[in-house]
């Protein structure tokens, strides 16, 4: 993608998580933000994940059970086979 032109809504989806966590470079932190104040759909779709991210960051981290690790682990299993 060539910073000389706007940035696409789908081309600015793959960096939001740098975005978010402020590891991107300028010039295209500069993109994104062009693009979030000319494109309102975007800009609440970026407002609501940076809560969703901080809400999850907030919460306690507890290990997880061995039942429920198999749980997620036979579900991965079962979404790769399809």
Do not use: N, W
């Not at 999850?56 to 682990?73: C, F, G, I, M, T």
């Amino acid at each position: 993608m060539s910073h000389a032109h706007m940035m696409s809504c789908r081309e600015m989806t793959a960096y939001l998580s740098d975005y978010l966590d402020g590891e991107l470079q300028a010039g295209l932190r500069a993109l994104i933000d062009a693009h979030r104040g000319d494109c309102p759909p975007c800009e609440a779709f970026i407002r609501t994940l940076a809560r969703t991210v901080e809400a999850v960051r907030a919460q306690p981290r507890e290990p997880l059970s061995a039942a429920l690790k198999a749980s997620l682990a036979d579900s991965l299993r079962r979404t790769r086979r399809r």
